[in-house]
T-cell receptor, first 116, second 115 residues
Framework: NAGVMQNPRHLVRRRGQEARLRCSPVKGHSHVYWYRQLPEEGLKFMVYLQKENIIDESGMPKERFSAEFPKEGPSILRIQQVVRGDSAAYFC??????????????FGEGSWLTVV | AQSVTQPDIHITVSEGASLELRCNYSYGATPYLFWYVQSPGQGLQLLLKYFSGDTLVQGIKGFEAEFKRSQSSFNLRKPSVHWSDAAEYFCAVANRGSTLGRLYFGRGTQLTVWP
C-alpha cells in the first residue's frame, strides 16, 4: 500500500456492541472507499466518500452501518449492534480526484472484525 | 450490471513453472482493468492495470496481463513462478468515466506453489 492507514487491524466485538473502524487516506487523497471481504469471497464495494460528503453508498447495508469522512480526521466506518454475519475484513482505499491513467487507488491493510 | 469472473478458485503450480490466471468481465464497454494480489492477513497490492493503449501490460514482480477485447478477458501471466508468489489474486474492473475507486472484484484465485 502507499500509505493508507487503518486501525484497528483486529477487532473483537460481542454481538450487540458497536464497531468503529478508522481509515486515514494517503496524504493528498480526497476520495475514500470502504470495501468488505467476507470469508472466501472477493471484495465488495460499500461506500464512497469525499470530505464531508457521501457520494455513493449503494453497497452499504440499509441498517446499522454508517460512514463518514469529516473535514478533519480519518474516515470512520461504524457498525452498530454487530451480528456474527458482520465478521469480515474491512478495507479502506483512497485515490486522488480524476480518472486519468496515472491515477490509481491504494488499499489499506484492512481491519479484521470478529463478532463473538 | 458489471461482473467479473475468475473461473479458477484454486491453482497449484510447481516453482519455476509458468502461470496463467483467468479473468473475464461482463460490461458494455471496455472498463479499466486491474489485478491485485493479497497475502494472508494483508491488504491488496496492485500488480498491474490496463487503461488504454498496448493490450499487453507489464506489472510488478514479473507479471504481465493481456487484454483481449473480443474475449472480454484480462488474463494474468508469469513465465516462471516463485514460491513467494503464493497468495490470492483478484481481478477487478472499474467503469470508464466513473470514479476509479468503485471497483468490481472477482472472487479470487488462490495460488499454491510447490517447491
Amino acid at each position: 500500500n502507499a500509505g493508507v492507514m487503518q486501525n484497528p487491524r483486529h477487532l473483537v466485538r460481542r454481538r450487540g456492541q458497536e464497531a468503529r473502524l478508522r481509515c486515514s487516506p494517503v496524504k493528498g487523497h480526497s476520495h475514500v472507499y470502504w470495501y468488505r471481504q467476507l470469508p472466501e469471497e472477493g471484495l465488495k464495494f460499500m461506500v464512497y466518500l469525499q470530505k464531508e460528503n457521501i457520494i455513493d453508498e449503494s453497497g452499504m447495508p440499509k441498517e446499522r452501518f454508517s460512514a463518514e469522512f469529516p473535514k478533519e480526521g480519518p474516515s470512520i466506518l461504524r457498525i452498530q449492534q454487530v451480528v456474527r454475519g458482520d465478521s469480515a475484513a474491512y478495507f479502506c482505499a483512497s485515490s486522488p480526484p480524476g480518472t486519468g491513467a496515472g491515477n490509481t487507488i491504494y488499499f489499506g491493510e484492512g481491519s479484521w472484525l470478529t463478532v463473538v | 450490471a458489471q461482473s467479473v469472473t475468475q473461473p479458477d478458485i484454486h491453482i497449484t503450480v510447481s516453482e519455476g513453472a509458468s502461470l496463467e490466471l483467468r479473468c473475464n468481465y461482463s460490461y458494455g464497454a471496455t472498463p479499466y482493468l486491474f489485478w491485485y494480489v493479497q497475502s494472508p492477513g494483508q491488504g491488496l497490492q496492485l500488480l498491474l492495470k490496463y487503461f488504454s493503449g498496448d493490450t499487453l501490460v507489464q506489472g510488478i514482480k514479473g507479471f504481465e496481463a493481456e487484454f483481449k477485447r473480443s474475449q472480454s478477458s484480462f488474463n494474468l501471466r508469469k513465465p516462471s513462478v516463485h514460491w513467494s508468489d503464493a497468495a490470492e489474486y483478484f481481478c477487478a474492473v472499474a467503469n470508464r468515466g466513473s470514479t476509479l475507486g468503485r471497483l468490481y472484484f472477482g472472487r479470487g484465485t488462490q495460488l499454491t506453489v510447490w517447491p
